[in-house]
């Protein structure tokens, strides 16, 4: 778990928020993951990266964006949050093989 | 398209009992098989993976997983369980491509 950071861990937000959940690694890995679990439910792919500048979405739809500027840094964006987006949202890295602890995030 | 299934929701055992959590794919090409553990408000923690090779694979913790490509299956054991072994667990898939798909998951309760 130490590979993958995410922050915050635990956020609680109102309706119509922007927010960003933060993801980040040392280990250089190329391919990074965002995984959408609600709890103890099984994951859903919602963006990957290849790389730098290299984004794409994954099999669950999902409002949010994210970006891939730094190989070291993959955030994950909501521009308006709502309830429905409560979840857990958890990154991983090079084959899926390292998992960040997660972001629980919670819309009221 | 690759697909994982674990028919088990849930899965009782003693403590000291072997134990098993069954897992099932559907993958064209040579499957990448993995498997996680979840302990509550954490994320997955990796325990092994099958490429190619040997077909019991041995992981963390003392878990080993059997990768069987006639019953296209990926079970997940250990010879003795622990109470310390209860969490829910994922069974994973990837066909060589970049997306890994992911079971329902099996929540083991090791009874002391």
């Known amino acids: 778990e130490a590979d993958i950071y995410q922050t915050p861990r635990y956020l609680v937000i109102g309706t119509g928020k922007k927010i960003t959940l933060e993801c980040s690694q040392t280990?250089?890995?190329?391919?990074m993951y965002w995984y959408q679990q609600d709890p103890g439910m099984e994951l859903h792919l919602i963006h990957y990266?290849?790389?730098?500048?290299?984004?794409e979405k994954g099999d669950l739809s999902s409002e949010s964006t994210v970006s891939r500027i730094r190989t070291e840094h993959f955030p994950l964006t909501l521009e308006s949050a709502r309830p429905s987006h409560t979840s857990q949202y958890l990154c991983?890295?090079?084959?899926?093989?390292?998992f960040g602890p997660g972001t629980r995030l919670t819309v009221l | 398209a690759q697909s994982v299934a674990q028919p088990e929701d849930q899965v009782n055992v003693a403590e000291g009992n072997p134990l098993t959590v069954k897992c099932t794919y559907s993958?064209?090409?040579?499957?990448?098989l993995f498997w996680y553990v979840q302990y509550p408000n954490r994320g997955l923690q990796f325990l092994l993976k099958?490429?190619?090779?040997?077909?019991l694979v041995k992981g963390s913790y003392g878990f080993e997983a059997e990768f069987n490509k006639s019953q296209t299956s990926f079970h997940l054991k250990k010879p003795s369980a622990l109470v310390s072994d209860s969490a829910l667990y994922f069974c994973?898939?990837?066909?060589?491509?970049?997306?890994?798909?992911f079971g329902a998951g099996t929540r083991l309760f090791v009874k002391a």
């Open positions: 991983a890295g090079e084959d899926t093989q390292y």
């Open positions: 280990m250089g890995h190329d391919k």
């Open positions: 990266s290849y790389g730098v500048n290299s984004t």
């Open positions: 993958v064209s090409g040579n499957p990448y």
């Open positions: 099958y490429i190619t090779g040997d077909n």
């Open positions: 994973a898939v990837k066909d060589g491509g970049f997306k890994t798909i």
